[in-house]
């Protein structure tokens, strides 16, 4: 049992902050807080792990501290406002506590200072500790669903993106040593954990900060490169997923795993744009030459392959030329999956300083121009599926109702949580969340695939 002491926890942002997100709310649990995911009026304290990345975040988070206000004698602020918290107490002059991204034990004490907990209390969960990104890895409790996680393997980040203030916000690229990585991907299995969601700012440049320095696994050494996390990856989880991979060379040497079966065929790459100019403005690689033919031998290596993008329009100085060079990109890269998001001035990035800033209605124009060319190959790309039966993972067993005639929801290998599509599933037995199952399809649109549950369920552990 808790202390009797209710913390309300809010998570805001990317799923890097949701890790951080998991990793406090552990903490409260170990030290005896009666922790909710959610603005509750009895909680005595809550925690907002606020995103400063684009304006619209930041009054999310501006909005949600607000309303955390009018709910609780106390408010702690943590997360990526906090690193440079002048906003925020321009906003909230009597704000109480204030840290910055991935700082769990000074997030603990503020808590403990509003709230405090007699020594002895008890835990309100039965796994012992939590953990501590510096040292080996430990067991936390997981904000997401009870088949998936999010595995972060780096920190920060050493790239200088003109629209970007990730840097100032996480630092420079710190890398988690392999065997960390490893003990914590196999923890998590251990927990009943399907499907692990490998993620950092930047995935391609992992181990390069600590000269991928080798670390003890078993018996043997594992360097802290990515290829050989994910060779060991694979071999601990049913299902390794890969987040914000840059196209370096040596992702090459990564797709014979994907043909293997060793990790999921599926490659979140966000490339931004495909106009040289901006992306010299954006201070991004602009060897758009060398990603399209990457593209197309990643393909021929493994024809399963499934490629998600996103990309930013309405950049300052972008011309009518430079979306059209991103139009005509999208048609012959044709990438699986993309998103699109209008520019946002970030405060403190040095993009607000270049000329030519882009009408807001432009922006809008240009964000539905690249929705209306990728719509049509996303459709393409499912319907490419009708007639196949595919493995899927359950998310939603809609606990035995039937709606709109499916009675469960699942994603295939080619689909991430929330931002991909879904497998809609008809079934004449019960599925459970969790599982796996094969599906046929027989239908599709730009985003959904739709099927009939067939033969038996597929377990792994």
Same mark, same amino acid.
């Given at each position: 049992?808790?202390?009797?002491?209710?913390?309300? +926890?809010?998570?805001?942002?990317?799923?890097?902050?949701?890790? /951080?997100?998991?990793?406090?709310?552990?903490? @409260?649990?170990?030290?005896?807080?009666?922790?909710?995911?959610?603005?509750?009026?009895?909680?005595?304290?809550?925690?907002?792990?606020?995103?400063?990345?684009?304006?619209?975040?930041?009054?999310?988070?501006? /909005?949600?501290?607000?309303?955390?206000?009018?709910?609780?004698?106390?408010?702690?602020?943590?997360?990526?406002?906090?690193?440079?918290?002048? !906003?925020?107490?321009?906003?909230?002059?009597?704000?109480?506590?204030?840290?910055?991204?991935?700082?769990?034990?000074?997030?603990?004490?503020?808590?403990?200072?509003?709230?405090?907990?007699?020594?002895?209390?008890?835990?309100?969960?039965?796994?012992?500790?939590?953990?501590?990104?510096?040292?080996?890895?430990?067991?936390?409790?997981?904000?997401?669903?009870?088949?998936?996680?999010?595995?972060?393997?780096?920190?920060?980040?050493?790239?200088?993106?003109?629209?970007?203030?990730?840097?100032?916000?996480?630092?420079?690229?710190?890398?988690?040593?392999?065997?960390?990585?490893?003990?914590?991907? #196999?923890?998590?299995?251990?927990?009943?954990?399907?499907?692990?969601?490998?993620?950092?700012?930047? &995935?391609?440049?992992?181990?390069?900060?600590?000269?991928?320095? %080798?670390?003890?696994?078993? /018996?043997?050494?594992?360097?802290?490169?990515?290829?050989?996390?994910?060779? !060991?990856?694979?071999?601990?989880?049913?299902?390794?997923? @890969?987040?914000?991979?840059?196209?370096?060379?040596?992702?090459?040497?990564?797709?014979?795993?994907?043909?293997?079966?060793?990790?999921?065929?599926?490659?979140?790459?966000?490339?931004?744009?495909?106009?040289?100019?901006?992306?010299?403005?954006?201070?991004?690689?602009?060897?758009?030459?060398?990603?399209?033919?990457? &593209?197309?031998?990643?393909?021929?290596?493994?024809?399963?392959?499934?490629?998600?993008?996103?990309?930013?329009?309405?950049?300052?100085?972008?011309?009518?030329?430079?979306?059209?060079?991103?139009?005509? +990109?999208? #048609?012959?890269? /044709?990438?699986?999956?993309?998103?699109? +998001?209008?520019?946002?001035?970030?405060?403190?990035?040095?993009?607000?300083?270049?000329?030519?800033?882009?009408?807001?209605?432009?922006?809008?124009?240009?964000?539905?121009?690249?929705?209306?060319?990728?719509?049509?190959?996303?459709?393409?790309?499912?319907?490419?599926?009708?007639?196949?039966?595919?493995?899927?993972?359950?998310?939603?067993?809609?606990?035995?109702?039937?709606?709109?005639?499916?009675?469960?929801?699942?994603?295939?290998?080619?689909?991430?949580?929330?931002?991909?599509?879904?497998?809609?599933?008809?079934?004449?037995?019960?599925?459970?969340?969790? %599982?796996?199952?094969?599906?046929?399809?027989?239908?599709?649109?730009?985003?959904?695939?739709?099927?009939?549950?067939?033969?038996?369920?597929?377990? +792994?552990?």
């Amino acid at each position: 049992m808790g202390s009797g002491h209710k913390v309300s +926890f809010v998570s805001l942002g990317c799923p890097k902050a949701l890790v /951080d997100s998991e990793h406090i709310v552990t903490a @409260l649990l170990d030290a005896g807080y009666d922790v909710v995911a959610e603005q509750d009026d009895d909680a005595e304290v809550v925690v907002v792990n606020t995103c400063g990345f684009i304006d619209a975040a930041k009054q999310e988070s501006i /909005d949600t501290i607000s309303q955390a206000y009018t709910q609780a004698k106390k408010v702690v602020v943590t997360g990526c406002m906090g690193k440079d918290p002048t !906003e925020l107490r321009e906003n909230f002059a009597d704000l109480d506590f204030v840290s910055g991204p991935a700082e769990v034990a000074p997030v603990l004490s503020a808590v403990q200072s509003y709230a405090p907990v007699v020594t002895g209390g008890g835990s309100s969960r039965s796994m012992p500790g939590y953990f501590d990104p510096a040292s080996a890895a430990g067991q936390r409790v997981r904000l997401t669903p009870e088949h998936y996680a999010y595995l972060k393997i780096s920190e920060g980040c050493n790239h200088k993106c003109s629209f970007c203030i990730i840097p100032k916000m996480r630092g420079a690229l710190s890398s988690r040593e392999s065997a960390d990585v490893l003990a914590e991907a #196999e923890q998590l299995v251990e927990e009943g954990v399907k499907e692990l969601l490998v993620v950092a700012q930047d &995935l391609s440049a992992y181990g390069l900060d600590i000269r991928y320095r %080798e670390s003890r696994w078993r /018996d043997r050494s594992i360097p802290a490169r990515l290829l050989n996390l994910c060779d !060991e990856l694979g071999s601990i989880a049913p299902w390794v997923r @890969l987040h914000y991979v840059y196209p370096y060379p040596h992702v090459d040497h990564i797709i014979p795993l994907m043909s293997d079966g060793k990790i999921l065929p599926y490659l979140d790459m966000p490339l931004q744009h495909a106009s040289t100019d901006v992306l010299k403005a954006m201070r991004r690689p602009a060897a758009l030459e060398k990603t399209l033919e990457r &593209l197309h031998r990643w393909r021929q290596m493994c024809p399963e392959l499934v490629v998600r993008s996103t990309f930013i329009v309405g950049f300052p100085g972008e011309t009518d030329q430079d979306v059209g060079a991103l139009l005509d +990109f999208l #048609e012959e890269a /044709d990438l699986d999956r993309v998103g699109c +998001f209008t520019y946002s001035a970030v405060e403190g990035a040095a993009a607000n300083a270049l000329d030519d800033h882009v009408d807001e209605r432009d922006k809008i124009d240009r964000q539905e121009m690249v929705y209306e060319v990728q719509a049509p190959i996303s459709a393409r790309h499912l319907a490419a599926k009708r007639g196949r039966t595919i493995r899927v993972l359950i998310d939603d067993a809609r606990s035995g109702q039937i709606i709109d005639g499916y009675h469960a929801i699942g994603r295939s290998s080619a689909d991430a949580p929330e931002i991909d599509g879904s497998v809609h599933i008809r079934s004449d037995t019960p599925c459970r969340e969790g %599982e796996f199952v094969w599906v046929k399809i027989d239908d599709s649109d730009e985003h959904d695939l739709f099927g009939e549950l067939v033969g038996e369920s597929v377990r +792994f552990g």
